[in-house]
């Protein structure tokens, strides 16, 4: 089992970037495929990224590819997105999720969360 925690939300203007972590304890996240979801006031939860065990391949929703990149920590416990040229769109609270199968852009195939970070992209 592992647990995850995200941090590095706030507010930042459209534009801006933002970096959001996933901590994770319990077993290293290299044992699981990790995905970033998100989900806006109102909306359903949507996938964002996704990224092998190895970390070779990556995955991205169609809003976000070009701006956003998953990747994984040298310590094989953490992992990232990196989100630059942010807009008011993508203002939501993101999740970080483990898989213990393939690699997926549907939630419910994935079998631990976060709690969450908030992200507002706002001027």
């Known amino acids: 089992q592992v647990q995850l925690v995200e941090s590095g939300g706030g507010l930042v203007q459209p534009g801006g970037s933002l970096r959001l972590s996933c901590a994770a304890s319990g077993r290293t996240c290299s044992s699981y495929v990790m995905g970033w979801f998100r989900q806006a006031p109102g909306e359903e939860r949507e996938f964002v990224a996704a990224i092998t065990r190895n970390g070779a391949i990556t995955y991205y929703a169609d809003s976000v590819k070009g701006r956003f990149t998953i990747s994984r920590g040298n310590a094989k416990n953490t992992v990232y997105l990196q989100m630059n040229s942010l807009k008011p769109e993508d203002t939501a609270d993101y999740y970080c999720?483990?898989?213990?199968?393939?690699?997926?852009?549907?939630?419910?195939?994935?079998?631990?969360w976060g709690q969450g970070t908030q992200v507002t992209v706002s001027s």
């Open positions: 999720a483990a898989s213990l199968g393939i690699v997926s852009t549907t939630g419910r195939d994935y079998n631990y």
